[in-house]
């Protein structure tokens, strides 16, 4: 097989990719390129420790994608000396699920340049064998992986709830039948058995020849001759290439029944990093293949076990097939070797300083809103040192780094006040009078959560396309909104992305204790209240399909967001038809009516008079009035009953953001020298017997902070890094500027005395509970969203910019801190 082809395959929300060395390059443009383009975009990749840090230290190109688009974990062997070995891919997706094993690295050479063996192993969600060993593969790879990492403990939570046939599955060891009625079984070390041993135990059956293909060998052949002391064999038949093979010394004990075979023209010119180990009995063919070398690290022995972690797949196939399958047998069938013949060469010193390696990271960096938190490695904990980031080429990034209190074991700091034009993707860090230590990857939790958002679902897809095309915030924005909750409440067992209950709970990784908190207890419990956000935040909606939703309204507002793409990652892009995704009606769409342009096209009619034309026109702005006011009254409904239920999450309060922006579209005022005609959308007058927008901003606000129990006093989410969430922030905007709206509105004299009675109390009521400090009522983040709301809304509403008396409000409500 092409292996590189096998990765455009789609029908998969995820993936788990395991090597020793890894060519980040090789990865993001041959690998996660084909897995984006296929819809898989929740990727994680595990690689051994060191092997990541020499990648990073120049032995490959830097990656560009790494901490942002895909998380990456460092793993360690299985005992001390030893090495994360393995080589693997776990893809799942919500019917089915696929493995790649076998001997290829994540490098250009292992998978497009090499002699490699690998095996597709292929599940449903129905019980089989295949079934089991990938629920084996998956939980071997679960216990390597860094799940104190909050950007793969999120991943990870997302495959569990696209994945549940997985995690139905039974994990039994041994071997199992598979459809095609042979057996097979999954063989990884941790298992408390050597490999070498768990293999032996596979075979029932006396062994005629022992085959074996190995690019590296252990000194005295330890492992060789354990196999060949259990089996005696009549022969032992190696491969190699004596023009590169470096062979040990034969032992006595194996010396008459070792025959080497040359590889002749076979497979000319490629290195052979495959590892095949085949028994072959009278029956059966027993075949052992994957990462682990035939060596005693590897394979271990009853007595010694070995101190790599490796994955190797057993079949039992019929006898003789084995090598028929791998192209060998004209090899295997050839005239082998004269051990004297092979060339005199020493096996090669280990080139790679792993304790150097380790000794050169200097641990694991995270950005969470505006803070950095790092984990020193053993060698940079309890050292004051200095640390520096670096961009994408490896370049300096001139960033100020604020010291804040620790977190047990992990350093915080807070960015200076500079602005910054590029993204720090790197960290390095110096002990006093050391040199800087090897590069190492900062990941964005958001960013990966954000780029694992699954695409190709033929709904998802519909909704994400009407958010696309809304020019305007209306009611069928709304509509969007409650569909993409329906799909993610469908994928999250009836719970929204950003829902948390409202018992406490603590969620413990290496970046620190997170808190999940009301919101007015989070005011109390910050430590640098007062100070002004900066401008990356942190944003409860990443990993949400609601992500989007603010996104558009951003955009309705002009400003846009920055997506980072992996480059030509159409290469493996698949029909969303060839999604496995059935049809749930239970989240269907809006009853066939398709999306266009933020409106639905209504069909044509025969032309009417003038006067005609101006009576339909009022009938349809009375519906549409009616319509907009029916759906305030259902979301104070709705809002009230998630106050009672204490359910109140980051992404009701997005709908209320939403809602608002709706009352501003449709809002107009009736001064004639303001606005002369109105539009047909337009159908809410600054003040109509109490259903005009002046009133319904006031009730909705008031409905949200009134009383011991209001719903932003139920409003629950995960303190992360101490700041109020951008998502947040930019509904508060949102509030101070409808209110300020209100007071600035072309009103009767008796509505404004209405207002300045029952509104202009209660702002100071909303400030207190929103942002309590001058500095955050009055930041970069809340003025901004205030002047474009002034700049899309106040022409038609007959307000202009009101961020002098929003100053002013604060300034007269809040003491400086």
């Known amino acids: 097989m092409k292996l590189y082809e096998k990765y455009s395959e789609g029908g998969y929300h995820s993936s788990i990719a395991s090597t020793f060395n890894v060519d980040f390059d090789a990865y993001e443009t041959i690998v996660l390129s084909r897995l984006r383009g296929a819809g898989c975009r929740n990727n994680l990749l595990l690689c051994d420790s060191r092997m990541v840090t020499a990648s990073l230290d120049g032995a490959f190109r830097l990656p560009r994608y790494a901490g942002r688009l895909y998380s990456v974990s460092g793993a360690l062997g299985e005992h001390a000396g030893g090495v994360f070995h393995t080589k693997l891919l776990v893809q799942l997706g919500r019917g089915k699920g696929r493995m790649l094993i076998g001997s290829a690295n994540l490098t250009a050479s292992g998978i497009a340049g090499n002699l490699e063996i690998v095996s597709e192993l292929r599940a449903t969600a129905e019980p089989s064998g295949e079934r089991s060993i990938l629920r084996q593969a998956l939980d071997y790879l679960l216990r390597h992986l860094d799940q104190s990492d909050p950007a793969v403990e999120a991943q990870l939570e997302f495959l569990r709830r696209r994945t549940p046939w997985l995690s139905e599955t039974e994990s039994v060891q041994g071997a199992i039948s598979l459809t095609d009625g042979t057996l097979a079984a999954f063989l990884a070390s941790g298992a408390g058995i050597a490999i070498a041993d768990r293999f032996i135990g596979l075979v029932d059956e006396p062994i005629q020849r022992l085959f074996i293909i190995s690019p590296y060998w252990d000194e005295q052949l ?134 150097r390696l380790a000794s050169a990271n200097p641990g694991e960096f995270r950005i969470l809103g505006d803070q950095l938190r790092w984990c020193p490695s053993p060698n940079y904990a309890n050292l004051v040192c200095d640390l520096a980031l670096l961009d994408q080429r490896g370049d300096e990034v001139a960033i100020e780094l604020v010291p804040l209190q620790s977190d047990g074991n992990v350093l915080r700091y807070r960015f200076g006040a500079s602005v910054r034009d590029v993204v720090p993707v790197f960290a390095i860090a110096k002990q006093p009078g050391e040199k800087w230590s090897s590069p190492a990857i900062i990941a964005y939790p958001q960013d990966i959560q954000v780029a694992s958002r699954e695409r190709g679902l033929r709904q998802l897809e519909q909704a994400l396309t009407g958010l696309e095309d809304t020019s305007v915030a209306t009611l069928q924005t709304l509509e969007i909104f409650d569909l993409l909750q329906r799909l993610d409440q469908a ?111 209504e069909p044509l009619k025969p032309t009417r008079s003038l006067k005609e034309a101006e009576l339909v026109q009022s009938r349809n702005r009375r519906a549409e009035r ?80 009134h009383g011991a129990n209001s719903p932003l006093r139920q ?80 022409p038609m509403m007959g307000v202009g910019s009101v961020a002098e008396a929003h100053r002013k409000s604060v300034k007269a409500a809040i003491k400086p801190n």
């Open 626 to 705: 009616d319509r907009l006011l029916k759906a305030v009254s259902q979301f104070q409904k709705r809002l009230k009953e998630k106050q009672e239920a204490g359910s109140v999450d980051t992404i009701e309060i997005l709908r209320f953001r939403l809602m608002l922006m709706i009352i501003c579209q449709a809002a107009y005022s009736a001064d004639i020298k303001v606005v002369r005609q109105p539009s047909s959308d337009k159908v809410l007058a600054a003040e109509d017997n109490r259903n005009g927008w002046t009133d319904i901003v006031g009730r909705l606000i008031f409905g949200l902070i």
């Open 222 to 355: 330890v492992a060789l001759q354990y196999l060949t002391s259990t089996w005696k064999p009549s022969e032992v038949s190696v491969l190699i290439d004596k023009e590169v093979t470096a062979f040990p010394s034969v032992p006595s004990a194996v010396l008459s029944v070792l025959r080497l075979y040359d590889r002749g023209k076979a497979f000319k010119s490629r290195f052979i990093h495959a590892k095949v180990i085949i028994a072959q009995g009278k029956n059966s063919d027993h075949v052992l293949f994957g990462s682990a070398n035939c060596t005693l690290a590897a394979l271990g022995t009853g007595t010694l076990p070995g101190v790599n972690a490796e994955a190797s797949l057993y079949r039992r196939l019929p006898s003789g097939s084995a090598l028929i399958e791998l192209g060998l047998t004209e090899v295997f069938s050839s005239k082998p070797l004269s051990i004297a013949d092979i060339p005199s060469r020493g096996l090669p010193e280990d080139e790679i300083e792993l304790e």
């Open 715 to 794: 409003l629950y989410f995960q303190n992360i890094d101490g700041q109020v969430p951008v998502d947040l922030l930019e509904c508060w905007a949102t509030c101070y500027w409808c209110i300020q709206a209100c007071f600035a509105a072309p009103v009767s004299a008796a509505q404004r005395q209405h207002l300045e009675k029952y509104l202009r109390p209660h702002t100071l009521t909303l400030y207190r509970l929103t942002l309590p400090s001058q500095g955050e009522l009055l930041s970069e983040v809340v003025v901004d969203i205030m002047e474009r709301m002034t700049a899309v809304y106040g």
């Open 491 to 601: 994928d999250q067992g009836g719970k929204g992305a950003a829902f948390v209950p409202r018992t406490r709970r603590e969620t413990k990784d290496v970046g620190g204790t997170y808190h999940v908190l009301s919101y007015e207890e989070f005011l109390n419990s910050r430590q640098d209240i007062g100070a002004a956000p900066g401008k990356s935040l942190h944003n409860t909606l990443a990993g949400s399909s609601h992500l989007s939703i603010r996104s558009a309204l951003n955009r309705l507002l002009g400003a846009s967001e920055t997506v980072l793409e992996v480059e030509n990652e159409d290469a493996g892009v698949h029909e969303l038809t060839q999604s496995d995704e059935a049809f749930d009606p239970a989240v269907s769409d809006f009853g066939g009516r398709e999306f266009a342009g933020g409106t639905m096209a």
